[in-house]
């Protein structure tokens, strides 16, 4: 917690470590509430003569310290509530220390910690460090052995790497010693001792050898680990497939556990996840949780590489490894799911996180130059938006030339520490280019605006298209470079018929104009097709132009695109007080069509049939209203459920299965465009379409039809809603991560008196605030995703989030860290709502003993 007003860690600031830590040797004596943890470390002076050792520390007890053996006495070293300070010692050496912490008591999740009965940790950023006295830093790799003592009713002892020996020890307690090959930095480390049950697999990579895979989940679950182990598998064929890496390991392990602040976590050899990230049964995850497990899964492996045999060579570099693996759990999405599909998905999720995250205060480049806290920058920017460089990187180059640079990537840097600007280095190698300008994405925060303008002359049958960049100002970069935009366009006829194939042309200064000869009639351009870059792209196209790209364009995602458009423009319209209902009814019309393409996939439909969300609406309104863009939206939702409603609700009929869950994209596509018309009916909420909608529900046979019901009648409100809730909450109330999904969908309940029943829910039996999946399940929920509610004139709202931010920020400061954004946001709403907002957030950074990953959002936001 602050004692006193942080510092900022600079980018500009960074210093090699002057020692080099050639092993590390661990012992952890396990109890609960006193463990013990002997550490020895093999030194060698890497620096200047003279420099101390300095090694990070909190929350430790210390024991005991030596130095070769020779008992170290107070007055030999520094000792402070972060670091451990030895200042004059040998240049080879051993160092041995004894420390004792608490795991029970570690409620923060970072560290050595308790979760359901069992011991597990976190290390990454820095929880390391409260585990034993280290440089715990990304730049110092060692080679560790890690011995565990625990009692015997903690059944399984996991380490990283191979399992050198194990077996009993006196009065009742046993022990494994655990060997990790390859040198890794501190926040790799991973240790899991508990009860627990195993899935066992095999796998043979691609040069014969066999792999061990083992799943780990809590007793009793291991059928819904299935799933998640079928995903690894095909994870580590597709790696060796796409990019020619194969596991390096003899054992390849993973651990689900209920109480943990991230999704998953890709420690070397013995990855640790979020149990709603690995637990999956079609009664009780949706198909949205399979999506995400194989997702999340194929991440985590292909971090094995990007991220562990190579990793950042210190914290500024977090997107080396993050965006690229991102970048390639997209891609086995895409190849698993259907390209055009989870492209949108991507897309989808890029806007709603990251583009707001870019529009905000708390915009920073992708490769950040400060921070206080390093916790804070585990971004949508860092992720997703690093995930984009990549793509662009690949688009530029052709697909040969950046496999040949990710090929000299990893054989450059294995085994090292490194950085974005080698990383970038190896594709210009490999590729012969300049790739100088294309690094300013990494440097430059915000989202750039491109306009596209065009001309075409029937005489010549020459097109000119003129396109222009330009990015508004964001923290502390008043002045912006012109990036390198790839921007990818196709022509079509007025029918929709191809006139020319899809070019790259490469925006690579403020303006550029291409002319197009030989173009036989006047074209509609199809812009930015697959979202070729993370821009805004406005364009001169008429509306009979996009109601022709959302009835034909090849490129679905272009075609998707252009339906949000015309939906987005009439909902704002409408929001503005200037409703175009001729054009509301088009819409329907359009959208009708659309559902009736018989070479759609349904999962295609499905993402038709939803508008633009609230939130991202907010971001094209300014100052954005709550109040109204849920009005206009509403009333949209509504005509087109009366326009449609026969078609609707045959569809919904024929879209009914029966017989055996399958989890396939096929499938879940079905289900995905069957619930979104049950979601449409909502909207229109007579007598025939509730009873449709509360069949749907009391008939469902899988949890994705159960909750797309569910959450239709929570939109539906009254009697309806209340007995689905009472129904839903009967049955599944011993299903913790069930019951997540239950307190969820209550918190994006429309209802006038939601805050209400979000308070009252907050007093639930069921609810426990230092479970970050539950908690986040009802607090983040409401204060992101039901925006009319949260921004409630009187302020209530932000009252509510500001109680709940310092509450778990006693405890968790990660967790509550990540509430200060709706807050922060507070420039982009009207004066009445944004002056409270900003006044609520002022109160939150005055708070006493407030912690630094508050502090730091917090002032940035309000600076």
């Not at 458009?565 to 509301?584: F, H, K, N, S, Y």
Request: glycine share 6%; with cysteine; charged share 25%.
């Amino acid at each position: 917690m602050r004692t006193e007003t942080p510092q900022a860690i600079r980018l500009a600031d960074y210093r090699p470590f002057p020692f080099e830590i050639e092993e590390t040797e661990l012992v952890f004596k396990l109890e609960p509430s006193s463990t013990r943890v002997l550490a020895t470390l093999k030194i060698r002076r890497t620096g200047d003569a003279g420099e101390p050792l300095v090694l990070n520390g909190e929350r430790l007890k210390l024991i005991s310290a030596a130095i070769d053996g020779r008992d170290l006495s107070a007055s030999d070293y520094g000792l402070d509530a972060e670091f451990l300070t030895l200042a004059d010692v040998p240049d080879t050496f051993v160092l041995t220390t004894e420390v004792e912490i608490d795991p029970a008591a570690n409620k923060a999740l970072m560290g050595l910690y308790m979760s359901g009965g069992r011991f597990c940790t976190q290390c990454e950023a820095e929880g390391f460090r409260t585990i034993t006295y280290f440089p715990d830093r990304p730049d110092v790799l060692s080679r560790y052995t890690v011995r565990i003592e625990a009692d015997e009713a903690f059944g399984y002892l996991l380490s990283n790497g191979n399992l050198w020996e194990g077996g009993e020890l006196d009065d009742g307690r046993h022990y494994a010693v655990w060997n990790d090959p390859f040198p890794k930095p501190a926040y790799l480390f991973a240790l899991v001792a508990g009860e627990l049950d195993v899935l066992e697999d095999s796998f043979v990579t691609m040069s014969g050898r066999t792999i061990a895979l083992r799943v780990y989940v809590d007793p009793g679950q291991a059928p819904r680990g299935a799933y998640a182990m079928d995903s690894l598998k095909r994870s580590m064929k597709w790696d060796e497939d796409a990019f020619g890496r194969e596991y390096d390991l003899d054992l390849f392990m993973i651990v689900a556990v209920r109480d943990f602040n991230f999704g998953a976590m890709e420690n070397k050899g013995l990855n640790i996840f979020n149990s709603s990230l690995l637990l999956a049964d079609p009664e009780t995850a949706t198909d949205a949780d399979y999506e995400r497990i194989e997702a999340v899964v194929a991440h985590e492996y292909f971090h094995n590489w990007t991220g562990n045999r190579i990793t950042c060579r210190d914290w500024f570099q977090l997107c080396l490894k993050e965006g690229f693996t991102v970048f390639r759990d997209q891609s086995f999405s895409a190849d698993q799911r259907g390209a055009a599909v989870q492209r949108i998905k991507d897309v989808k999720a890029l806007r709603a996180r990251q583009f707001a995250e870019d529009a905000g205060p708390l915009a920073h480049p992708v490769r950040p130059s400060s921070y206080m806290k390093i916790d804070n920058f585990y971004t949508a920017t860092i992720y997703e938006k690093g995930a984009e460089i990549i793509r662009m990187l690949k688009t530029l180059l052709g697909a040969e030339a950046f496999r040949k640079g990710s090929d000299l990537y990893f054989e450059r840097h294995d085994g090292q520490a490194t950085t974005v600007e080698a990383f970038i280095a190896c594709f210009a190698d490999a590729s012969g280019r300049d790739l100088t300008d294309f690094f300013a994405w990494y440097e430059q925060a915000g989202t750039p605006s491109v306009s596209l303008v065009s001309a075409y002359d029937e005489d010549s049958r020459a097109l000119e298209i003129t396109l222009t960049q330009f990015t508004a100002p964001t923290p502390g970069q008043s002045i912006k470079r012109p990036l390198p935009i790839p921007v990818t366009i196709g022509l079509l006829d007025s029918d929709g018929a191809p006139l020319r194939d899809s070019e790259v042309v490469v925006l690579d200064g403020a303006t550029k104009t291409v002319r197009w000869e030989g173009v036989a009639s006047p074209p509609v351009i199809s812009a930015l097709r697959g979202f070729s870059a993370p821009v805004n792209l406005t364009t001169d196209a008429r509306s009979v132009d996009r109601y022709g790209l959302f009835a034909a364009d090849p490129d679905l995602f272009n075609r998707w695109e252009a339906g949000q458009t015309l939906a987005r423009d009439l909902i704002l319209a409408r929001a503005g007080g200037a409703p175009d209902e001729v054009g509301e009814e088009r819409y329907a019309d359009a959208l009708g069509r659309a559902l009736l393409d018989e070479l759609s996939e349904p999962a295609f439909k499905a993402l038709l049939l939803a508008l633009p969300s609230e939130p991202d609406l907010s971001l094209a309104m300014e100052p954005a209203d709550p109040a109204a863009i849920h009005t206009a939206r509403s009333a949209l939702r509504t005509r087109i459920a009366v326009h449609l409603g026969d078609l609707l609700r045959r569809l919904h009929g024929d879209l009914q299965t029966a017989g055996e869950f399958s989890a396939d994209a096929q499938s879940a596509g079905k289900r995905a465009l069957r619930n979104g018309c049950a979601d449409l009916l909502a909207a229109d909420p007579h007598a025939v379409n509730v009873e449709r909608i509360v069949g749907h529900f009391e008939a469902a046979a899988n949890m994705t039809d159960a909750m797309g019901a569910l959450s239709a009648l929570v939109q539906i409100g009254g009697e309806a809603r209340d007995r689905a809730l009472a129904a839903f909450h009967a049955k599944w109330k011993d299903e913790p991560l069930v019951l997540d999904k239950w307190f969820a969908v209550q918190a994006r309940d429309p209802s006038p008196d939601v805050l209400e029943r979000i308070v009252a829910l907050t007093k639930h039996a069921d609810f426990d605030a230092t479970n970050p999946n539950r908690f986040r399940a009802l607090v983040s929920t409401f204060a992101n995703f039901n925006p009319s509610r949260f921004h409630d004139p009187s302020g209530a709202g932000y009252r509510f989030l500001a109680e709940k931010i310092l509450a778990v920020d006693a405890y968790n400061p990660m967790t509550a860290a990540r509430l200060v954004e709706p807050l922060g946001s507070w420039r982009r709403y009207p004066e009445a709502l944004g002056a409270q907002m900003r006044e609520t957030l002022k109160g939150v950074a005055a708070h006493p003993g407030l912690s630094k990953n508050v502090l730091e959002l917090a002032a940035k936001a309000l600076d």
